[in-house]
């Protein structure tokens, strides 16, 4: 299996613009997270989905940010309009079933916004 | 509210030392789950363990050992030998049974092993 896919890699944009970042998911897997990694807040879950519906965004830190799940192997991470506090490694997690199993991490996204 | 505690922030030691990573958590619920990551300076995150609240019987992976107690909430990390390829941040996680705001991290313990 390729495992949790991420892109880009990196981005770097400057404050106001749109910024996308994209998730692909371990086929068969019904869970789907967001989480945002910084020096000062440490890992952040942000939003999860389960069989493509957002469960629980109560950590998306404003409206600035929205998640999308349109279909079983697709997610996008969405913020609009980025601010240079937004700069984060954002990594995108699959995992098969509930509490009890283990998150499968993609390689993350490192954003930065001038 | 569920909460994980690591309470090192930095560990330096010298290769071959032994060095425990500590881990401590809170929870209400009866069942959950811990797990240990490894994130490495290329920056992805690595499962190493997972252990339900059931089970205490400690467990040895190689070089890796985990101690879990109930009684005193911990769920703590040793590496035995260390090697420079464990330097890397290490990160304890706790969940429910359900997903969401309960699958919590540490802030992480970056270790260093020194040639």
């Known amino acids: 299996d390729a495992g949790v896919i991420q892109s880009p890699r990196h981005e770097v944009t400057e404050m106001g613009q749109e910024v996308t970042l994209r998730c692909k998911p371990i086929?068969?897997?019904?869970?789907l997270f967001w989480y945002r990694q910084t020096m000062m807040r440490g890992l952040e879950l942000l939003i999860y989905f389960n069989n493509n519906v957002p469960i629980d965004d109560s950590g998306m830190p404003e409206d600035r940010f929205s998640a999308k799940m349109p279909n079983a192997s697709f997610s996008t991470l969405k913020i609009q309009p980025s601010e240079p506090r937004d700069s984060a490694v954002y990594f995108c997690?699959?995992?098969?079933?509930?509490?009890?199993?283990?998150?499968?991490f993609g390689s993350g996204t490192q954003l930065s916004v001038l | 509210a569920q909460k994980v505690t690591q309470a090192q922030t930095e560990i330096s030691v010298v290769e071959k030392e032994d060095v425990t990573l500590d881990c401590v958590y809170e929870?209400?619920?009866?069942?959950?789950?811990l797990f240990w990551y490894k994130q490495p300076p290329s920056g992805e995150l690595v499962f190493l363990i997972r252990r339900n609240s059931f089970d205490e019987q400690n467990e040895i992976s190689g070089r890796y050992s985990w101690n879990f107690q109930k009684s005193t909430s911990s769920f703590n990390f040793t590496i035995t030998a260390s090697q420079v390829v464990d330097s890397a941040v290490y990160f304890c996680?706790?969940?429910?049974?359900?997903?969401?705001?309960?699958?919590?991290f540490g802030p992480g313990t970056r270790l260093s092993v020194l040639p």
């Open positions: 929870t209400r619920d009866t069942t959950y789950y």
């Open positions: 086929s068969g897997h019904d869970y």
């Open positions: 997690a699959s995992s098969p079933g509930r509490g009890s199993e283990k998150l499968f």
């Open positions: 996680a706790l969940s429910g049974v359900n997903y969401g705001q309960n699958f919590v």
